[in-house]
């Protein structure tokens, strides 16, 4: 089975712009979840879905936003790029959305110039 | 707020000998733990989880330790090899409710063969 994929693998951008961030998770997982990993630190937690629904936001600005489609994959969006957002974005799903295994995909890198 | 930790940001061991990364832990409430490994360009992987009423779990060549007195759970990685150099995160969670993974810094493990 075909475990969490996320695309782009590598993008950049220049400041001010916006990004889009895919990801598939497992077959038969319902949950999905964005962290955001600066490079030399732990992944932080951005969003949570659940069939298609926001479960949780992490203390990021509203330039950030996400949805799930009816598949379960899950879409991240970043308005207005920083410098300060270069970073691996990383996508998570679970079965259900309390805590419990979470499978991660590879991961974008995003990079903003 | 409160937030996972861990006491040593970098270990290096000899190849055939045990390894342990520690992790201190601030919230009360957490009684869920996860230990991730990620190698370079990945994302993290999951390796052997605990909730909280367990004080030891055993995987295959690692093993997981939790202290809920002193707040403090540990990876042991036995007879490490080559490919365990990785950085290994602590995560902490609550298994019923609706909270995001809150990951610790991260120790990075270099095995000397």
């Known amino acids: 089975d075909a475990g969490v994929t996320q695309s782009p693998t590598h993008l950049i951008k220049t400041r001010g712009q916006h990004v889009t961030l895919r990801c598939s998770p497992i077959?038969?997982?319902?949950?999905v979840s964005w962290y955001q990993q600066v490079l030399g630190q732990g992944p932080q937690f951005i969003f949570q879905?659940?069939?298609?629904?926001?479960?949780g936001r992490g203390n990021f600005p509203d330039r950030f936003s996400a949805r799930q489609f009816p598949n379960y994959s899950s879409e991240l969006n970043v308005n207005a790029l920083l410098l300060g957002d270069s970073a691996l974005y990383l996508c998570?799903?679970?079965?259900?959305?309390?805590?419990?295994?979470?499978?991660f995909g590879p991961g974008t890198r995003l990079t903003v110039t | 707020g409160e937030s996972v930790g861990l006491h040593l940001p970098t270990l290096s061991v000899q190849e055939g000998d045990n390894s342990i990364i520690n992790c201190a832990y601030s919230?009360?409430?957490?009684?869920?733990f996860i230990w991730y490994k990620q190698e370079s360009g990945k994302g993290p992987q999951f390796i052997i989880d605990?909730?909280?009423?367990?004080d030891k779990r055993q995987g295959q060549r690692v093993t997981v330790l939790l202290n809920k007195t002193v707040k403090h759970l540990s990876l042991q990685i036995a007879a490490t090899q080559p490919g365990d150099s990785a950085v290994y995160f602590c995560?902490?969670?609550?298994?019923?409710?609706?909270?995001?993974?809150?990951f610790g810094k991260g120790t990075r493990l270099s095995v000397i063969a």
């Open positions: 998570a799903s679970s079965l259900v959305v309390r805590g419990y295994e979470q499978y």
């Open positions: 077959s038969g997982h319902k949950s």
């Open positions: 879905y659940y069939e298609k629904e926001e479960r």
């Open positions: 919230n009360s409430a957490s009684d869920y």
């Open positions: 605990i909730r909280s009423n367990m």
């Open positions: 995560a902490e969670n609550t298994f019923s409710g609706n909270t995001p993974l809150v």
